[in-house]
């Protein structure tokens, strides 16, 4: 019995995933509203993040800071043949940026910026068809980045930096509790239990940037991100509510036993992808040689085949998923256009490839290729103080999923109790989200 209990939670873990929606892309609402294109451009307190070699346009001392707030939705129609339709909980995500930079000779140049570049989540309705694999996951990651940039040539400068992460972790989901009956031959279920894993981690990592300056209007940058090993280490907790129920005393110790487990201390490893960055931005002059108009594109590869499994290990077990995501990319296009001494307007496209095979994709944080497009907005308050404003709508294309190894069922003898119910997570994920970005900078 005790055998039967402890497989089934380990069955249970192996189909958790991070998912590849916890990349955050939107640190500055400037860069937002041209798409993000602004690895070549890098002219205000955010290329600390995008371009930290662009400080070296900062003559003085600048100050920027801000958030972006996301309103992510999505439903999940299945699985098949099921056409059950579940959706997301409303919620809201704040990421913060925060960003300071400083001439300290007219070569060299210091800054620092605090933001966050993984995160969100997800909080499925209660009760939902997926609720054995998911109910609630967070992932939120704090990024210091100390960085330097020296001006090699008049043209080129150069930078590196560090970079500091402190990261926490939060998945629950919902298992079934499936025992023998006292005195009967056949298993039955005693309801659900409800598993919550929590850990924290603190890692370390490095920037280098490259800026060219090629013309008066032509400029190139190239940056890199290293990757960041993080080991959370947290506790899980199991909880079994049998308000009501009418379970004979012999099935509690042998529950509670495979519950404890699974529950105390655990650690899991997780390696972020390297990213690197390659952007070009072009500036128009009018008649009276102001730049009135901008342009801009970049090119993001993201190294997610650093995303192989996901382990997780207890005092006297563990569990392992294979994920083996694949590198994947990112394109946009922006626009800046001087409109009045006061105001400047902006716009922008991206498209985001997902990295997730169709085999592999599970409700933790659901993703698909996506189209995002962009508007933004300056007010230049006085001579040192402005206010940036962006707008992004972020489509995601429509996936259906034909050919999911993801169980919604993971326990492996809930086939034997209900051997018609899925056995595979197919169905179609449609999801969206709105994201605003409000940005305020001060220059001294």
């Not at 004979?248 to 699974?262: C, E, I, Q």
């Not at 650690?267 to 108009?293: D, H, R, W």
């Not at 707008?391 to 069922?409: G, W």
């Amino acid at each position: 019995m005790k055998k039967i209990v402890t497989l089934f939670f380990l069955v249970m873990f192996v189909s958790q995933s991070f998912g590849s929606g916890f990349q955050i892309n939107e640190h500055g609402a400037r860069a937002m509203g041209m798409g993000g294109a602004f690895t070549g451009l890098a002219n205000d307190p955010s290329a600390v993040y995008f371009n930290p070699a662009g400080i070296v346009q900062l003559k003085g001392t600048h100050f920027s800071i801000g958030s972006t707030l996301i309103m992510p939705t999505s439903q999940f129609t299945g699985p098949d043949p099921l056409t059950t339709v579940s959706k997301l909980k409303s919620a809201v995500f704040t990421p913060i940026n925060f960003y300071f930079t400083q001439e300290l000779t007219p070569d060299l140049y210091v800054g620092f910026g605090v933001n966050n570049p993984w995160g969100l989540g997800t909080t499925w309705e209660d009760g939902w068809a997926g609720k054995y694999m998911a109910i609630e996951t967070e992932i939120r990651t704090f990024n210091f980045s100390p960085v330097v940039a020296y001006k090699l040539t008049n043209e080129l400068s150069a930078a590196v930096g560090f970079n500091l992460f402190y990261s926490d972790v939060l998945i629950a989901k919902s298992i079934e509790v499936i025992a023998p009956k006292p005195g009967v031959a056949s298993l039955f279920k005693y309801g659900d239990a409800k598993i919550s894993m929590e850990g924290d981690k603190i890692g370390y990592g490095f920037n280098a940037a490259l800026f060219y300056q090629a013309t008066k209007s032509l400029s190139f940058g190239l940056s890199f991100k290293s990757q960041v090993k993080l080991e959370y280490k947290g506790t899980a907790t199991t909880t079994w509510d049998t308000t009501g129920s009418n379970i004979h005393p012999a099935v509690y110790p042998v529950v509670n036993a495979g519950l404890k487990r699974f529950s105390g201390d655990i650690s899991a490893p997780l390696t972020t992808p390297m990213v690197i960055q390659f952007g070009t931005a072009y500036k128009f002059y009018n008649s009276c040689n102001e730049n009135n108009l901008t342009l801009s594109a970049d090119f993001q590869y993201n190294g997610w085949k650093s995303y192989e499994q996901l382990e997780v290990t207890f005092a006297d077990t563990f569990s392992s998923s294979v994920r083996e995501y694949k590198n994947s990319f990112i394109g946009r296009l922006g626009a800046e256009f001087v409109a009045s001494e006061q105001f400047t307007v902006r716009g922008g496209l991206l498209y985001d490839q997902n990295p997730v095979k169709d085999e592999k994709l599970d409700p933790t944080l659901p993703d698909a290729d996506r189209i995002g497009i962009n508007i933004g907005l300056s007010y230049k308050i006085t001579e040192n103080l402005s206010v940036d404003f962006a707008y992004l709508y972020l489509m995601f294309m429509e996936r259906t999923i034909t050919t999911s190894l993801e169980k919604p069922y993971p326990n492996k003898y809930h086939a034997l109790l209900s051997p018609s119910d899925p056995t595979v997570f197919n169905g179609t994920y449609k999801s969206s989200a709105h994201l605003i970005g409000l940005n305020l900078n001060y220059a001294l």
